[in-house]
């Protein structure tokens, strides 16, 4: 029901745009960039994870498309066991851009990605003494899982080609996700 009710406000969200805004829209591959940063799945502690984006152009003049193809990946160990998670997320993401009267552009959005999970397990042999050891085993899943982002952050211009960002993202799945993340795009075409 949570995740019917935010995929509702997103929709309504990308319809906040006038009618006549939606004729004015610039779609298109124009910049492609690259951001790192912590990712902290289930609030279980921080991990180093990283996105290529890619800018799609506006549907509207404030409303901005966006892609991203992420990964992260998590390990633990105890007792001789070793437990990892990993996902590889493929996305999108509508974006509005607050009115500012500086180069620097706030924003914040929302957006739809898929998931590839995949978590492992696995156990050393244990010896108990006496001549018993239990033997190890490794044991696998993966699965894919719709999630949706919420978040924003900011952009400023380096250079004429070149945007620096900061993005603070929040992603509901099967493994809940928060993201801060700092990257640069580059300009494709004038």
Same mark, same amino acid.
């Given at each position: ?8 406000? @997103? ?57 991203? @193809?992420? !990964? ?23 974006? !509005? ?9 706030? !924003? ?71 993201? @801060? ?10």
């Amino acid at each position: 029901m949570k995740k019917a009710i935010i995929a509702l406000a @997103l929709f309504g969200f990308c319809m906040l745009a006038p009618q006549s805004a939606w004729s004015k829209s610039n779609i298109g591959f124009t910049r492609l960039g690259a951001d790192l940063g912590m990712v902290d799945p289930e609030s279980s502690g921080s991990t180093i994870g990283f996105d290529v984006v890619a800018d799609l152009g506006t549907i509207s003049p404030r409303v901005r498309l966006t892609s991203q @193809l992420g !990964y992260w990946s998590k390990s633990e160990n105890a007792f001789g066991t070793e437990a990892s998670i990993r996902d590889i997320s493929l996305g999108a993401r509508a974006a !509005y851009q607050f009115p500012v009267k500086t180069r620097t552009q706030p !924003y914040l959005g929302g957006g739809l990605g898929l998931h590839f999970f995949n978590s492992e397990v696995t156990m050393e042999d244990m010896d108990l003494g006496g001549g018993l050891i239990i033997p190890g085993f490794s044991v696998s899943e993966s699965e894919t899982k719709l999630g949706i982002d919420l978040g924003g952050g900011v952009s400023t211009p380096l250079s004429e080609r070149t945007n620096l960002f900061g993005e603070l993202w929040y992603t509901i799945s099967d493994v809940e996700q928060l993201s @801060l993340k700092a990257g640069l795009s580059f300009q494709l075409s004038r």
